[in-house]
């Protein structure tokens, strides 16, 4: 063989999964991304795991079997790997040399991202291809081929819905025995992968699979013929369906999932393949059919050396040269291997298990002579129906599909396609057919429903659920408006494919904002108590403490205002002011006098004043009583009695004149006068009282001289006087006396004069009335008045003359002061310095000088004190005794110094007998410092010219021990430190401190001494050497220590879905975690811990990040089917389908993005559409609408009736099935003339009488006779021009007057309830009627055996007058409180009593009910109340409108539109029939709009025939509206009637002449 054959046979027997796949020219079929992100470029594909997400997130890849980590794509950009026939290397020695050899590190080609320079694909070179595949992978490896690839496909964008076609490869193990390959397993794994691929992916409608081949694996062998694996094996599938591009690669992406349990086996087949005995290995799958046909065996060549000749080695001898020529039917035929096979051994020709063939196969055995005997057979397959039957609308919108097994099945088999999960029923069933065809499917599937209403009560705030919320089918939604109390959007309920009613939406109470209006006399309102208050809510706010009263309270009211009740007074004050408080006034007031200007004080208001004015003896400002919020008075002011202006009139004796400050003395006060001179006593005094002076009391008396005169300074020999203690010397009496015996003069002479008040013992002036305090004795005035002495005369004392002598030791002579001093004079003088002994003193005594005292001379001690025996010794003093040589004063001693001392000491005898020491003793210095010591610092500077016996110390150096010590001794310096006590450096004891990361010091450090370095090796998780110092006797570890914890280099690998490892967890220690989050669409955390330089991840495993999944199914989406159930628990990124509802197209999509379902904007669920315009019906005025051309399912179009016909017109409404559905009709005359035309006749003129024919009537109704024949004529739809008329023959039961009337088209005929009432003008009074029912159109009257009898006042029915309705009362003529109701269409009555709402007890005017009879309006005096049954007939009423006066009320059939029409009474209050204003609200009453007729608002009439409102009515789908007015006498409608057909936005009158009624209906 040549090397170039045998390398392509290497390479054409490698087996491979996918290899490159076919596809169109251009650029390979690559994945379609998704909208909204760049697609791949040529060359590249999608990643199969999804394709690029629009989502903010972006999408991730989990870690596959390469060992991909992880990405995160952003926002519009794509993960894009390498297209079949395009790769990113080439083989070494395969390739040209300028492309590279060697596979990128980068997975993927990311759009818009930032790329290396190598993240590429290229188109592999000619004569190369490759499988495609990730940019790192071998797949992406170009590789020799036998032939140029063409070019890759380009990518063809495929619409929604078309033909889709996906490959599917499986490879599998099984025994050979097994027939791996046989057509009945090949039919089944087709069958089995269809119904897989239907369930798993719902957008595959109409799939069918064929298996496009299956096949062993041939493998080379050197010099033999490729044979065959006993036990592998591929099978290839081919998938066609309906759906769009996106569904391929959803196909795709779960069959090429590596992990076969969770992708191809989840479709079932790996199950059939075990029951044969085999196993799946794996599967992939692509988008185009596989490009690697399996060669043929080719003949076995011999093994040789290559030779360049091309001919081949004849046959050995002994074998069959050609192949077996025996028919094989039912087979493929014999293989080409065949020639050549030795004598002995045999060959096979297989059954087309393909086409479903069976057997044993055929085998042709070569005997001798190269002959073939053939055995065996091949059985063809029995007829079938090859395909799936054909989908309906109704199969495909209704059902999950045609089972999967349908393709295929035996002739006979029922092939079934059940209900989808919104659907129930039997599913739909088709046999096939004797000739190999699907007969017709029969079966159903109907629409599930939610059962009753969505709640057996009505929301909270809410009007209930309409009665047509019964039962609805999934999808379906009904709304329950908001009631007049509440806001808000109300609450719609949708039917759910789980046929559970979801609602949506929300009614709040109404609540009142902010605070009420300010109240009088009252505090603030509390703004959070008021805050938010739901209607009827109320807060309150207290009494000022200057008011009194229960407070006031505000309310919250239905229309979201406050209405405020309650009062607050002012407090007064009751009583008057204590009289006390007002002194001298002329009172409190306790009237009012408005003449005088007085007000009563009883009554005055908090912070209020009433006067008290001063009483007419008094003056003063008055006072003001003020009232406090304690109902207690506070007084201000004053009154006070007159003063006296005047001196008192009085002039009594003795006095002198009154005090010239009395003309203005204040009331109470005392005016006084003193006596004369000549006279003592108290004086007088008198009192002012109110401006009066009363009578002066006192006295004053004539002044004596009592006892003998003073006595000055006893210069007197004694007084010789006439008083004595019983009598006292008169005025102008005189006495006398001589001098003392130290004094000398002429005497004293004594004269009693008027100048000074004295009594015994007194040397002054005394107070004349309370005495005065004499050596602590009080001595009385006496009782007999004095006068004083007047003393003249001289004493003098005499004079010693010069000074005294000297006397001895005296400091000098006497001071000259002392000389010529009087008797008694002394004066001193001191001894002299030397001396003592006091002093001496002189007195001088009768003119002689006397001296007293004595001074003696001073002597020191015999030695100083300081001497031995005497004291201390002085410092350094050499001995003990002075040597002195006297002890008095200025006498000398000296004392010696010692031999370590210089100087000397001497003492000196003072003046006062002491010894002063003076000179010295002073040590002996040693000069300058002592020498230095070995490793001393330094001697202190102190030390320096020490004294003799003075140490110094010398510190040693600070890492030394120890200390040098010198003597200062007679001058000179002696070190007196022991030997070896001097330096020494110091020691560190032990060994050095444990240090971290170091290994124990060595022994050898123990003790060592200042200086030494200990080192130590680091710790096995360090790196570096560790040193102690040993530093002044502690170990310290020194700084050139570099034991380093081991780093991890980098960052720790990364997990995947994380997010990266944060910069600072680079080069990390030793012991160091590590922390990355995950990506923003991930939960949970990856850590890593540096362990002795290496990362070491410590996440325990599935605890690391994990996509974020979505817990439930996506929510319920507008028009979509239920979602998945596999959507539940969904990871991020998943996309989840469901198919549209019955009544849409599409496909709807929801995207797990975070942990949340998001709507896909790919969803493209739309209703269906009527397509065109429906056919044009007859009688209609034109052709539809433009506008109604391809509307969707439910809506609805209006078509009017030709000009020349009447009718209700054409409706035409899209159905579900997308058809027209047309009701309605127009026509000349589309029924008998009306009853109005000719009064009770019977017209029988059929349903379509033409323009311009003539109709006669059968005859009259019942009580009736023909007067003349009765015709009338078509004329453009109208009849008229009629003749003859009905002539009265007797009574019948018809109402004398119908206050209310109902009507009912259900059954295509008129149906009317009549009220019958009786009054009596001449009595004035009412009499009861009866319910009268009238089925032909109001010509005959019957009134039934069980209708009650009353005042009537309303009547109304529901659809086909199942129900009835009859308002009714008996309070002044008017209906007030009742209702009756039929609910069995009038057999029986049963009463029901309105409630009163809102306290309104008003009169009931008007009743109306819907379709269904399950909501009532009824309209009163004051307001329009609605009832909503809650079961069995039970209504619930609640309050709608509030107006001035609500008469008429009327709804549509579904009971959401209301309409009632109100009495505006604002203009004139004396007029109460004033009708003009209507109101009109569409959500069932909870919101009102005012719609009123422009003509009938017309101020142009009089005022008193203004339009006068007396009923309306509302069609039942509520677009039609008609009210009823007249003008003249109230009551009496009549006039006009307004018609409205755009829900009374616009207006048509129509004069109905003046015919007198009060009742409209339609």
């Not at 908001?482 to 309920?493: N, Y």
């Not at 362990?1091 to 979505?1110: A, E, Q």
Request: aromatic share 6%.
């Amino acid at each position: 063989m040549k090397p170039l054959q045998f390398v392509l046979l290497t390479i054409a027997t490698a087996v491979h999964c996918c290899p490159r796949a076919r596809a169109s020219e251009g650029a390979p079929a690559a994945a379609t991304a998704a909208a909204t992100a760049p697609p791949c470029p040529t060359g590249y594909r999608a990643e199969s795991k999804g394709e690029a997400s629009a989502d903010s997130n972006g999408i991730g890849w989990t870690r596959d079997q390469a060992g991909l980590a992880g990405l995160v794509v952003a926002s519009r950009t794509s993960a894009c790997k390498c297209a079949p026939g395009w790769g990113s290397h080439v083989l070494a020695g395969t390739g040209p040399l300028q492309l590279p050899t060697a596979a990128p590190s980068c997975p993927f080609f990311i759009v818009n991202g930032a790329n290396a320079a190598n993240c590429r694909c290229f188109r592999c070179p000619a004569g190369h291809t490759s499988f495609g595949g990730l940019l790192n992978s071998a797949g992406a490896a170009c590789r020799k081929t036998s032939s140029t690839p063409r070019p890759p496909p380009a990518p063809a964008r495929t619409a929604d819905g078309t033909a889709q076609t996906a490959y599917i490869r499986v490879n599998f193990t099984a025994p050979a025995a097994s027939a791996p390959c046989s057509h009945a397993l090949k039919a089944r794994l087709a069958k089995t992968l269809r119904a897989g691929l239907t369930s798993r992916h719902k957008n595959t409608r109409n799939a069918a699979v064929t298996v496009q081949r299956c096949t062993a694996y041939p493998t080379a062998r050197r010099g033999a013929a490729p044979a065959q694996k006993a036990d592998k094996y591929l099978i290839d599938f081919k998938v066609d369906f309906e759906g769009r591009r996106y569904d391929i690669f959803a196909i795709t992406g779960t069959s090429a999932n590596p992990d076969t349990q969770q992708g191809i086996c989840t479709y079932g087949i790996c199950t059939d393949i075990e029951g044969a005995a085999g196993a799946v290995t794996e599967a992939c799958a692509a988008d185009a059919a596989f490009d690697d046909p399996l060669p043929p065996p080719s003949p076995s060549p011999t093994v040789r050396s290559p030779s360049p000749s091309p001919s081949p080695s004849p046959p050995p001898p002994g074998t069959c040269l050609s192949a077996p020529t025996a028919s094989t039917p039912n087979s493929p035929g014999w293989p080409a291997t065949c020639a050549g096979t030795a004598v002995g051994n045999s060959c096979k020709a297989p059954c087309d298990t393909a086409a479903g063939a069976t057997g044993t196969s055929y085998t042709a055995s070569c005997i001798a002579g190269g002959k073939w005997n053939v055995t065996g057979n091949c059985t063809a397959a029995p007829k079938t129906c090859s395909k799936a039957p054909d989908a309906t609308t109704d199969i495909t919108n209704q059902t999950s599909g045609w089972a999967a097994s349908c393709v295929g099945a035996a002739i006979g088999t029922t092939c079934q396609a059940p209900c989808t999960s919104s659907f129930t029923g039997s599913g739909y069933q088709v046999n096939c057919t004797a000739a190999g065809t699907w007969g017709a499917p029969t079966g159903n599937c109907a629409l599930k429903t939610c059962s009753g209403a969505p709640s057996a009560t009505a929301p909270s705030n809410s009007t209930g659920w309409p009665a047509r919320c019964t039962n609805l089918t999934i999808g379906a939604t009904c709304t329950a408006n908001c009631t007049a109390e509440a806001t808000g959007p109300g609450l719609i309920a949708t039917c759910s494919d789980a046929e559970i009613w979801t609602v949506t939406g929300n009614c709040t109470a109404k609540v009142c904002t902010g605070t009420p209006p300010a109240a009088s006399n009252a505090t603030a309102w509390n703004t959070t108590a008021c805050a938010g208050k739901l209607m009827g809510g109320d807060c309150s706010a207290a009494c000022l403490p200057t008011a009194t009263g229960a407070g006031y309270v505000a309310t919250c009211t239905r229309d979201g205002t406050w209405n405020v009740t309650g009062s607050c007074a002012v407090k007064t004050c009751t009583n008057l002011p204590a009289t006390v408080l007002a002194p001298n006034s002329a009172g409190w007031p306790s009237t009012t006098n408005s003449t005088a200007n007085i007000t009563s004080c009883i009554g005055t208001a908090i912070n209020g004043t009433c006067r008290a004015p001063c009483a007419s003896n008094a003056t003063g400002i008055g006072y003001i009583a003020t009232c406090n919020d304690t109902n207690t008075w506070q007084v201000t002011g004053s009154c006070a009695i007159r003063n006296c202006t005047m001196q008192p009139p009085f002039n009594l004796t003795l006095m002198v004149e009154w005090s010239a400050n009395c003309s203005n003395t204040i009331n109470g006060g005392n005016c006084n006068a003193s006596c004369l001179t000549t006279a003592t006593g108290p004086g007088y005094t008198s009192i002012c009282r109110e401006g009066t002076w009363l009578n002066a009391t006192g006295s004053c008396v004539a002044k004596t001289c009592f006892q003998n005169p003073p006595d000055q300074s006893n210069q007197a020999a004694g007084w010789s006087c006439p008083s004595n203690s019983t009598s006292s010397t008169l005025l102008d009496q005189s006495c006398s006396t001589s001098c003392a015996s130290n004094f000398s003069g002429p005497g004293y002479q004594a004269f009693c004069t008027n100048d000074a008040d004295f009594w015994p013992g007194m040397n002054g002036t005394v107070n004349a009335t309370t005495g005065q305090v004499i050596n602590g004795i009080v001595v009385p005035r006496p009782s007999v008045v004095f006068g004083s002495w007047r003393v003249t005369g001289s004493c003098q004392l005499r004079v010693c003359p010069g000074l005294p002598g000297v006397p001895p030791y005296a400091a000098s002579d006497w001071n000259a002061s002392c000389a010529n001093l009087t008797a008694g004079s002394n004066c001193t003088l001191a001894c002299a310095a030397n001396s003592t002994g006091g002093s001496y003193t002189a007195l001088c005594l009768n003119g002689n000088w006397t001296v007293t005292g004595e001074c003696s001379l001073n002597q020191c001690p015999a030695q100083p004190l300081t001497a031995a025996g005497y004291g201390t010794p002085l410092p350094y003093s050499a001995q003990q005794s002075w040597n002195c040589s006297a002890t008095t004063p200025g006498s000398s001693c000296s004392l010696p110094c010692t031999n370590n001392a210089t100087g000397m000491y001497y003492a000196t005898c003072t003046n006062n007998s002491n010894w002063t020491i003076s000179g010295g003793c002073s040590l002996k210095t040693c000069l300058g410092l002592p020498p230095l010591g070995a490793f001393a610092e330094g001697w202190p500077a102190s030390c320096a010219n020490a004294t003799h016996g003075s140490l110094c110390n010398a510190t040693c150096w600070g890492n030394s021990t120890g200390a040098w010590q010198a003597l200062c001794n007679s001058g000179n310096w002696t070190i007196t430190t022991p030997p070896g006590s001097g330096r020494r450096l110091k020691t560190c004891p032990g060994l050095p401190p444990a240090e971290d990361l170091a290994l124990n010091w060595s022994a050898t450090c123990t003790n060592a001494v200042h200086g030494t370095v200990c080192e130590s090796n680091c710790t096995a998780n360090a790196t570096g050497l560790a040193r102690a110092l040993c530093s002044n006797g502690s170990w310290v570890i020194s700084q050139e220590s570099t034991c380093t914890l081991t780093t991890c280099p980098g960052l720790p690998p990364l997990g995947a879905f994380a997010e990266g490892w944060p910069a600072s967890c680079a080069n990390a220690t030793h012991g160091s975690l590590c922390n990355a989050t995950c990506w923003g669409n991930s939960t949970g955390a990856w850590q890593a811990l540096c362990n002795s330089g290496n990362w070491t991840i410590t996440t325990p495993p599935g605890s690391g990040c994990r996509l974020k999944t979505c817990p439930v199914s996506p929510p319920a989406h507008y028009l979509t089917l239920g979602w998945n159930t596999s959507c539940t628990n969904a990871v991020h990124g998943t996309v989840c389908e469901s198919n549209c509802t019955a009544n849409a197209t599409g496909l709807a999509r929801a995207l797990c993005s975070n942990g949340s379902w998001v709507i896909s904007q790919e969803s493209t669920c739309a209703l269906r559409v009527c397509p065109g315009l429906p056919a044009v019906p007859p009688n209609a005025a034109s052709n539809w609408n433009a506008s109604c051309a391809n509307l969707t399912v439910g809506s609805q179009c209006r078509l009017a009736c030709a000009a020349n016909t009447t009718g209700i017109g054409y409706m035409a409404f899209c159905r579900s099935s997308t058809n027209w559905t047309v009701t309605g009709e127009c026509s000349c005359c589309i029924a008998d003339p009306p009853a109005a035309l000719v009064l009770y006749a019977a017209w029988d003129c059929g349903d379509n009488t033409a323009n311009g024919r003539e109709c006669t009537a059968a005859g009259c109704t019942p009580g009736y006779a023909v007067v003349g024949p009765i015709t009338a004529t078509c004329q453009d739809g109208v009849w008229g021009s009629p003749t003859g008329s009905c002539s009265a023959v007797s009574a019948v039961g018809s109402p004398y007057t119908a206050p209310g009337l109902s009507m009912d088209l259900a059954s295509g005929q008129l149906l009317m309830i009549g009220l019958p009432e009786w009054y009596d003008v001449i009595a004035d009074n009412w009499f009861a009627g009866s319910v009268s029912v009238s089925a032909d159109a109001g010509y005959t009257w019957t009134i039934p055996a069980s209708s009650p009898a009353n005042r009537w006042e309303a009547v109304t029915m529901s659809c086909c007058g199942t129900r009835q309705f009859a308002l009714s009362g008996l309070v002044s003529g008017y209906a007030q409180g009742g209702l009756w109701v039929s609910l069995d269409a009038g057999v029986t009555w049963s009463r029901i009593v309105i409630p009163s709402v809102a306290a309104m007890a008003d009169v009931h005017q008007s009743v109306s009910a819907n379709d269904a009879g399950t909501r009532v309006a009824v309209g009163t005096t004051q307001q329009v109340l609605l009832g909503e049954d809650s079961g069995a007939g039970q209504f619930r009423w609640r309050q709608i409108l509030v107006t001035d006066a609500s008469m008429s009320a009327a709804m549509n059939g579904v009971g959401d539109v209301v309409v009632a029409w109100v009495d505006d009474r604002s203009d004139r209050p004396d007029l109460v029939d004033l009708r003009k204003v209507l109101y009109i609200s569409v959500d069932g009453g909870s919101n009102w709009v005012q719609r009123t007729p422009a003509a009938a608002a017309s101020s142009s009439e009089s005022l008193w025939v203004q339009p006068q409102w007396r009923q309306v009515a509302v069609s039942a789908d509520g677009f039609r509206m008609a009210a009823l007015r007249g003008s003249g006498e109230p009551y009496l409608a009549q006039g006009s009637i307004y018609i409205s057909s755009n829900a009374g936005r616009d207006w048509v009158r129509y004069d109905l002449g003046s015919p007198l009624g009060g009742c409209l209906t339609m």
